[in-house]
């Protein structure tokens, strides 16, 4: 089982990109699944999740500029992002919002946002 990560990139601050992840198997589907981030020197964290019903929470820096959205059917997890400043600039990831029900981190996708 393998998760995917895809459509990082490079984008002037106030650009969009959309992220999407792809899990190979069904180890996921229908669990709550996040999209987390890692920074440089920084510890990777949460910013967006969904329930396997669809119910989103989000990290309040993203709040009104993320979208999370999930297609149970095809395994697969987006991350709409929207008016990114430079301080989104990370590696993300997706995988298990649960710990205990975590895959192996992926390579993950870089977003540089540009100022």
């Known amino acids: 089982v393998q998760l995917q990560a895809s459509g990082g990139g490079l984008v002037q601050a106030g650009g969009s990109l959309r992220l999407s992840c792809v899990v190979s198997?069904?180890?996921?589907?229908?669990?709550?699944v996040g999209w987390f981030r890692q920074a440089p020197g920084e510890e990777r964290e949460l910013v967006a999740s969904i329930t396997g019903l669809g119910s989103a929470n989000y990290e309040d820096s993203v709040k009104g500029r993320f979208a999370i959205s999930r297609q149970n059917d095809r395994n697969t997890v987006d991350l709409q992002m929207n008016s990114l400043k430079p301080e989104d600039t990370a590696v993300y990831y997706c995988?298990?919002?649960?710990?205990?029900?975590?895959?192996?981190w992926g390579q993950g996708t870089q977003v540089t946002v540009s100022s």
């Open positions: 198997g069904s180890m996921l589907r229908f669990r709550p």
């Open positions: 995988n298990a919002l649960i710990a205990s029900q975590r895959l192996a």
